[in-house]
Structures are given as C-alpha cells and as structure tokens.
C-alpha cells in the first residue's frame, strides 16, 4: 500500500511539473483566440522564451554576478521574447491580414532555427547554452507551483468573464462587427489578446529551461505548444477546463514515464523510450480526432476584420 502511495504522490507531483508549461501557453491562446486570433504560434513563443531565459539566466549569474536572482530576470527576459515574437504575429495578421495559419507556421520555423544560430554565436556551442547551477533556477516545489497555477487561473477567468475587458475580448472574437458598431476598436483588443498569449508563453518557454530543466536545447518545446492549442481546444476555450485538459496532458506523460521502469518484456528488456515519448502526441490526435468536432470555437477565429467604410 505505500508503494502505491508513494507511487501515486510521484506521479502527482511529475504531472504538475509536466503540465506547467502546457497550462501557461494553453492560457495564452485562450486570450488569444478568443478575440479571434488563431494561435499557431505558441510553439515558436515557447522557444523564443525558452532560448531567452536561459541565455539570460546564465549571463546574468556570469558577467553580472546576480546569484539566485539570476532565473528570475531569465524568466522575466523569456516573458519579453514571447512578447516580441507576439508582436510580430499580430502585425502580420492584425494590420497586414495575413493568414493567421500560414503565419503561425512561418514564426515556428523561423524559431526552430533562430535560436541554434544565436547558440551557436554566443555561446559557441548551436546544440545547446551553459549549463545552469541547479540552485540559480526557479522554484521546483509542485505545491507551490499548483498554487501559483491556481492563483493564475483564478484571475484569468475572472478577467475573461467578469470585466469590461473580458466582455470586450470575447465580443471580438464572437462578433467584430457588432463590437465596432459598439465603439470597440477590434483591432485593438485583438492586439491585447495576441501580445498576452506572447507573454504567458513566453513564461512557459522560460519555465522549461530554467525550471524543468537547467538549459535550453534545441526545439527542446518538443511540439508543447501544438498540445497546449489542443488541451485549449479540447478545454473549449474555457480557464478551467483548459487547466483540466493539460492537467490530463501531463499526467498522460507521468505516466508513461514511470512505466518506462515497471513495464519490462520477458527478456527483461524495458519499455522503449520512443514508445514514452509517443503517448502524449497520440493523446493530441485522439482528442482532436474526438472533440473538435463539438467544440465550437468562436465565431470569428481565424477570420480577419475590415471595418466598413
């Protein structure tokens, strides 16, 4: 029995730490899309935060001497490289009417390339930056992470549904021209809603080079932002059952990585690593391949708005 519990506390904590950067980024889309902005980008966000935190962390501790404060300005610095790669996306698809599919598409593959350049420039190695010491990252306890999650879910919901501003990014989303006529500036709530998803994937980037691991390596995202884009669409477009949907993402990975030690062949042979690795993807179509369907995401995503003259 306390094997089981010890088991199950393990597998607790692991899909709290695994579904982290999943919630920060399916969060992000959710501001995102709700004005009516698809989010395709959240992968390139999460590098671009990823690759930022850790140089930054590591240049912080080296040349500055900054100590333990060192991942926070990381993690602060992942959270503006977010912003920035966001407010490239919005100009292309807000102002220049892009497709936001197409855009998306070309800021991830811009970002799977960027930051092994600048590795490579700055650091002299294009696999991966310095490793970090484990005490100059940010805080690993699952407890005070779930807080801090909760904390954040609470607020975002209560922005979405409860403030003029919430009202304001969902009528966008849901009907522009109705908002326009209104006195609405889609254009600018549209803006918001992409630039905050920057933000909070950015975050999540960061969280995973100076939180779950101690460096950033290349395309170390590892498709997280298209499974956050499905945990959202599978949370249809909702806080709290967003949060639930990455919460079941990461304990899918929990999961599997424990039975990487416990399910072995009869010749004694363990679980192959790449059958590990597969499950939270096969999860991904799955839940599309079952929900997309009935949800109904709002009504004017993906579509871009000309105000009549």
């Known amino acids: 029995m306390s094997d089981f519990l010890t088991f199950l506390l393990i597998v607790i904590e692991s899909t709290i ?154 009528s966008v989303g849901e009907k522009p021209e109705a908002a326009d006529a209104a006195g609405v500036s889609v254009s600018k709530m549209r803006y918001w809603g992409v630039l905050l998803a920057g933000v909070l994937a950015g975050m999540g980037g960061a969280y995973l080079s100076i939180g779950q691991s101690s460096l950033f390596t290349r395309n170390m995202t590892a498709g997280r932002g298209f499974i956050a884009l499905a945990a959202l669409i599978f949370g249809k477009w909702r806080p709290v059952q967003t949060l639930l949907a990455c919460l079941l993402f990461g304990f899918t990975e929990a999961v599997s990585n424990q039975l990487q030690d416990l399910i072995k062949f009869p010749s004694g042979e363990k679980l192959p690593v790449q059958f590990i690795h597969m499950v939270p993807y096969v999860l991904t179509i799955v839940v599309l391949a079952g929900f997309i369907g009935s949800s109904r995401p709002p009504r004017a995503l993906g579509i871009p708005y000309q105000k009549e003259k």
């Open 17 to 170: 730490r695994l579904a982290t950067p999943l919630i920060l980024a399916a969060l992000g889309g959710l501001f995102s899309e709700r004005s009516g902005v698809i989010n395709i980008a959240l992968e390139g966000k999460m590098l671009a935060g990823a690759f930022t935190a850790a140089g930054v962390t590591y240049a912080a501790d080296v040349s500055f001497g900054m100590g333990s404060a060192s991942p926070w300005v990381g993690l602060l610095a992942g959270m503006l490289a977010g912003l920035f790669i966001a407010a490239i996306y919005a100009i292309t698809c807000i102002k220049f009417k892009a497709d936001q599919v197409v855009s998306g598409a070309a800021i991830n593959i811009l970002m799977f390339g960027i930051p092994g350049f600048l590795s490579g420039a700055l650091f002299l190695s294009s696999g991966s930056t310095p490793q970090l010491p484990k005490d100059h990252l940010l805080p690993q306890s699952p407890w005070i992470i779930a807080v801090a999650i909760g904390v954040l879910v609470a607020a975002i919901w209560y922005v979405v549904y409860k403030t003029p501003f919430g009202l304001r990014l969902r």
